[in-house]
């Protein structure tokens, strides 16, 4: 059904200018790879340039360090259509639609999410990776710095540490560091106390008496 729609709109603009379209693939089935992207979409026109964002170094990273997958993952992806009335049709009969194929493919329930970009030109997406990774450098950058700053703050600590109880046990050694006077506190026997206590009552009474 979708062949056919865009097989018959194809044909009735065969005589005029053709300007290429660009479709947004905010989601790429797990480790699906450009090659695959490529033979799935020309099955409706002929496809021009591709590109799929690769993940985030360190995702993939902690990823592998679990056990998990170590093919490389794209988090999105753009494709160029020659005919761009051929990218609006597959935007629009695609989008949030299974992937489809063979029963028993690893993507045949996945879902597509795909947008039609208009007035969208491939500039566009080299001028958004070069941001992309200026920005990602600059990130990391900021993060090195602040790394550097802790280990710098921390091993003058450390330094500062050394050096005072370097001064410590010279003073030791030579006798110069005297500890301050320890008062020493001592504690009446109880049986004294009670002995005191009945002296005065013995003594008051004799007074009285």
């Known amino acids: 059904h979708i062949m056919a729609e865009i097989s018959q709109?194809?044909?009735?603009?065969?005589?005029?200018?053709?300007?290429?379209?660009?479709?947004?693939?905010?989601?790429?089935?797990?480790?699906?790879?450009?090659?695959?992207?490529?033979?799935?979409?020309?099955?409706?026109?002929k496809v021009g340039r591709i590109f799929l964002q690769p993940e985030d170094q360190l995702v993939r990273k902690r990823r592998k360090k679990y056990g998990?997958?170590?093919?490389?993952?794209?988090?999105?992806?753009?494709?160029?259509?020659?005919?761009?009335?051929?990218?609006?049709?597959?935007?629009?009969?695609l989008n949030n639609r299974p992937v489809g194929?063979?029963?028993?493919?690893?993507?045949?329930?996945?879902?597509?999410?795909?947008?039609?970009?208009?007035?969208?030109?491939?500039?566009?997406?080299?001028?958004?990776?070069?941001?992309?990774?200026?920005?990602?450098?600059?990130?990391l950058r900021t993060e090195l710095s602040q790394t550097r700053k802790q280990a710098?703050?921390?091993?003058?600590?450390?330094?500062?540490?050394?050096?005072k109880q370097a001064i410590i046990e010279r003073k030791k050694k030579s006798g110069r560091l005297k500890e301050g006077p320890q008062r020493t506190v001592t504690q009446r026997k109880i049986e004294q106390v009670h002995s005191n206590k009945q002296q005065i009552s013995d003594s008051l009474l004799?007074?009285?008496l």
Request: proline share 3%; with cysteine; aromatic share 12%.
């Open 68 to 93: 998990g997958s170590k093919k490389l993952n794209y988090t999105e992806g753009w494709v160029e259509f020659c005919d761009k009335h051929v990218a609006k049709t597959v935007a629009l009969m």
């Open 152 to 163: 710098n703050t921390y091993l003058e600590s450390v330094e500062k540490q050394k050096i």
């Open 206 to 208: 004799q007074k009285i």
């Open 9 to 45: 709109d194809s044909s009735s603009r065969a005589t005029g200018h053709i300007k290429p379209g660009i479709i947004y693939l905010s989601r790429i089935p797990p480790y699906m790879r450009p090659l695959k992207i490529r033979h799935v979409f020309s099955k409706y026109g």
């Open 101 to 139: 194929g063979k029963k028993r493919s690893y993507y045949h329930d996945d879902i597509w999410n795909i947008k039609y970009l208009s007035k969208f030109m491939w500039t566009h997406i080299t001028e958004k990776i070069a941001y992309d990774n200026a920005v990602r450098n600059q990130k």
